[in-house]
């Protein structure tokens, strides 16, 4: 028993603990400081945890001094530890971006308050992650739920209140359907912990064959509503294009993946391969993730504003994440959390460098951000660089999610989604580089506009420059974090 | 069907969550999907209440002497439940406050009229 | 035509979910896979574990405290964002166009009786909460709905200097703080197997018993108390 294998609750308290204090501290200079100081420490902690759990493998800890099914337990594997690490990142990076653009986007006296609801919320998601109790994972949830509404709800226009009040809703509902299927396994198997629950259900699904079904249908539906799932996505273009761009960075890199990956955790820990492969549900999931991607994508090329082009690739980009789920294989699995990693690294780079050329132009839509690559050279150079990789140049992370993808459906028969990840490649180049080429191309783009004259200072891009560089080398280390992931799905 | 009129608690919150989602589906009115809202979540919890119920055991309380195991009924889901209760009364408050920003902004709080002013 | 669809889907997923139930385990049995030796061990072991004779505040203050921590956040978070939206700037000088007092002697006479009687029982749910039926989370409703209807007769520019803006979010942070604080040590000592002291049991049965259960049903039923008069002076007109 070493100090560290309580990292990830003091991470989690010192997250809520640091966000309760906010609301009593009037200069927003220090409550600035206080979060970037409490970010940057449990950065560091789970630093350190993954190091351990790298050199000791994974183990279980309780919380208060009652074991588990008698208490909450938690279960700190090698990819727990890796998205507790990544997820703290990527919150630094955006948290330290803000600092400098937040001003402009949101009143004076709500600063505060909105560093209150990122720590909150960054402090949900990793409970989320962490947790082996089915309760205390819902709990979690609702938790992130509020707290991501309300980082929307910051900014004080009419459509985020539209656009927040569609995203609740939908919530809402997903939270129900998630608790009624917890109530049906509660009254199959009588316990709340992962590992007893498949435990029991591994002898008794036979008895209740209706009963196993609907709940998986439930956490399905449930979760994909909260993850945008193809036909579920509605409300994720209005949320994420009217937000905050640091807000959006958070909700578009983060929020969604935590729940994807408690998807992956009870359909994998709770139900495992038998019961999956006797129901063949896993067949459901991969086909909306393969209309997710495709379908995303040509919405994507219809839309005028550029946030909401960037929103819909997101919803294209979580169709890949459910094709690697439902192969139903250990390479498709960890194909699908190397694409979460990979994704949340870009994606948040892209938001926050859309949000700098809106606030340095005042402009939204793509007809008037033409020539900004003369203006803004680095800003848009950077973004080309995270545009090539959602295209999938080799080297960087998007081409090697797409390549193992391909590898992955022929190892388990199904051909013909190597058609289908060609063809979502190609709706993303068509996308994504009239933006590049008309920022630096074209004559009548570039007439009028001067070298330079609205770029930002350099340490303000520093963040976005980190995140560029991690994007780089997730890519080129891919294949040292690929084997690690298969290591801790063993 | 047997097993229907066995488990009528079950079966009588299923029909709950029906009509709670058809509320919300149906009504125009934002304070009437809310009110679904809440007519889901509390169907839910009925469900998962009546899974704790042992017939003829008393509550969980222990007064004057302890009555061994079989004495009580499961304590398990009325804790759990009461966690539940307290946040689907957090997620009605902010629903409630959100429709109150909606009136002041959009003049109106019937969905169609809300979506067809959405030029402004 | 939508109406059809909406009545079509949900008649379908009705069916589909009675699908189910009809294989559930019989209501009510003594032998359900629900009563199993988890709660076999609740019933019995509570009071020997935890010094509680209300075996539900026992699971949810002791046993499974970690979903009650994370449900107080729910609820802080909550006022938190209600506060955001719904909050007015108190005007200069303010010129009182939506007043609202109501002059009625009998009403103030008889709850200058009636308040202190209310917010009594509420604390006394509060401290039993661990030796019969209530707990922080009922007595708190409880002392809030006091505090609403004091709010109510005497009107809004009375009640401000009574229960100020600054006052009630200074005990509401330093509430749910202290909790944090207070079972951060509990769950870290737990967790890594060190033997710190901790509160004592005492004996079941009498008020200071249980440890930590006491204080901690105190700070929820703080939390909850100020939440709900927050949602309510925030709806009826957003100044504090």
Redesign the interface.
């Given at each position: 028993?070493s100090?560290i294998?309580?990292f990830p609750?003091?991470i989690i308290?010192v997250l809520?603990?640091t966000a309760?204090?906010m609301?009593?501290i009037k200069n927003t200079k220090i409550i600035k400081g206080i979060s970037l100081v409490s970010m940057t420490s449990v950065m560091i902690l789970a630093l350190i945890n993954l190091d351990f759990v790298h050199k000791n493998g994974e183990y279980l800890?309780?919380?208060?001094?009652?074991n588990a099914?008698?208490?909450?337990e938690f279960r700190i594997g090698i990819i727990e530890a890796m998205m507790g690490l990544l997820f703290t990142f990527v919150a630094l990076m955006i948290i330290w971006y803000s600092i400098y653009s937040i001003e402009k986007e949101i009143k004076q006296s709500?600063i505060g308050?909105y560093y209150?609801?990122v720590n909150?919320l960054i402090g949900?998601l990793l409970?989320v992650v962490y947790s082996n109790d089915l309760?205390?994972c819902f709990?979690?949830i609702?938790?992130g739920?509020?707290?991501s509404?309300?980082t929307i709800?910051?900014k004080d226009k009419?459509e985020n209140?539209?656009a927040?009040?569609k995203y609740?809703?939908m919530s809402?509902?997903g939270s129900?359907l998630v608790?009624?299927g917890i109530?049906?396994l509660?009254?199959?198997?009588?316990?709340l912990n992962i590992n007893y629950i498949h435990a029991?259900l591994v002898k008794?699904y036979l008895?209740?064959?209706?009963?196993v079904?609907?709940?998986i249908v439930l956490f399905i539906i449930g979760l994909g509503v909260k993850s945008a799932m193809f036909p579920l996505h509605n409300w994720l273009p209005d949320a994420h294009s009217s937000a905050p761009s640091s807000s959006s960075a958070i909700l578009s890199s983060l929020v969604l993946k935590a729940f994807v990956l408690l998807l992956i955790k009870i359909l994998y820990g709770v139900f495992g391969m038998d019961i999956l492969n006797h129901f063949s549900v896993l067949n459901i999931v991969l086909i909306l993730g393969s209309l997710g991607m495709i379908m995303g994508s040509v919405f994507a090329i219809f839309q005028k504003n550029i946030k909401r082009v960037i929103a819909y690739s997101t919803v294209a980009q979580m169709g890949y994440i459910f094709l690697g789920i439902g192969l139903g294989t250990n390479l498709g699995v960890s194909i699908a959390i190397f694409h979460i990693i990979g994704h949340a690294v870009t994606k948040s780079a892209l938001f926050l460098l859309a949000g700098a050329m809106i606030e340095q132009t005042g402009h939204k839509s793509l007809a008037q951000l033409k020539g900004i690559g003369r203006e803004m050279p680095l800003t848009l150079g950077l973004f080309s660089i995270g545009a090539l990789s959602m295209i999938g140049i080799p080297v960087l992370p998007g081409f090697i999610s797409k390549w193992h993808l391909s590898l992955a459906s022929i190892a388990a028969g199904d051909t013909i989604l190597i058609v289908v990840i060609l063809l979502s490649s190609l709706l993303n180049a068509v996308y994504y580089s009239p933006i590049v080429i008309n920022g630096f191309f074209g004559e009548e783009n570039l007439q009028g506009k001067v070298y330079k004259s609205k770029s930002k200072p350099l340490k303000e891009l520093m963040p976005v420059i980190f995140l560029v560089i991690s994007m780089i080398y997730v890519g080129i280390a891919s294949r040292g974090i690929i084997n690690l992931i298969s290591l801790g799905l063993m | 069907m047997e097993g229907l009129m066995n488990n009528y608690y079950e079966t009588g919150s299923i029909i709950l969550f029906g009509i709670g989602f058809a509320i919300l589906l149906l009504h125009n009115n934002l304070i009437k999907k809310i009110i679904g809202m809440n007519i889901m979540d509390t169907a839910v919890f009925l469900f998962f209440i009546a899974k704790g119920y042992v017939s003829g055991k008393d509550a969980p309380i222990i007064i004057g002497a302890h009555k061994g195991v079989q004495g009580y009924i499961n304590p398990v889901p009325s804790a759990l439940m009461l966690t539940g209760i307290v946040v689907a009364v957090s997620t009605t408050a902010f629903a409630l406050a959100l429709t109150v920003r909606i009136y002041e902004g959009y003049g109106s709080i019937e969905l169609d009229e809300i979506i067809k002013m959405r030029s402004d | 035509m939508k109406k059809i669809l909406s009545i079509g889907i949900t008649i379908t997923l009705i069916i589909i979910l009675l699908l189910g139930v009809s294989e559930l385990p019989k209501f009510g049995q003594y032998n359900n896979p629900a009563n199993n030796e988890v709660s076999h061990y609740y019933i019995e072991k509570t009071t020997k574990d935890t010094g509680a004779m209300n075996i539900v505040t026992g699971i949810i203050l002791d046993y499974r405290a970690f979903d009650t921590f994370v449900e107080s956040s729910v609820l802080f978070t909550a006022s938190i964002i209600v506060l955001l939206l719904l909050k007015k700037e108190k005007h200069i000088q303010g010129i009182d166009n939506e007043v609202t007092i109501i002059e009625s002697t009998i009403l103030k006479q008889v709850s200058k009786v009636l308040i202190p009687c209310i917010q009594i029982f509420g604390i006394y749910i509060i401290f039993y909460g661990h030796l019969s039926p209530g707990g922080g989370f009922a007595g708190g409703t409880i002392i809030g709905t006091s505090f609403i209807l004091y709010r109510i007769i005497y009107g809004k520019k009375f009640t401000d200097k009574t229960l100020p803006y600054s006052k009630l979010i200074t005990y509401l942070c330093g509430a749910i703080m202290l909790y944090g604080v207070l079972k951060g040590y509990s769950f870290i000592t737990g967790g890594n197997h060190l033997n710190l002291p901790q509160p004592s049991l005492g004996t079941p049965g009498s008020i200071l018993s249980g440890g930590f259960l006491l204080p901690l049903n105190i700070l929820v039923g703080l939390i909850v108390a100020i939440t709900i008069y927050f949602f309510f002076t925030l709806f009826d007109g957003g100044e504090i």
């Open positions: 028993m100090i294998q309580s609750l003091v308290l809520l603990i309760f204090m609301p009593l800890y309780r919380i208060g001094h009652f099914p008698y208490g909450i709500k308050l209150l609801l909150i949900s409970g309760f205390n709990v979690f609702e938790v739920t509020l707290a509404c309300g709800i910051v009419k209140i539209k927040t009040l609740l809703i809402c509902l129900g608790l009624m109530a049906y509660y009254s199959m198997t009588g316990h029991e008794c008895i209740y064959p209706n009963a079904l609907i709940s | - | -």
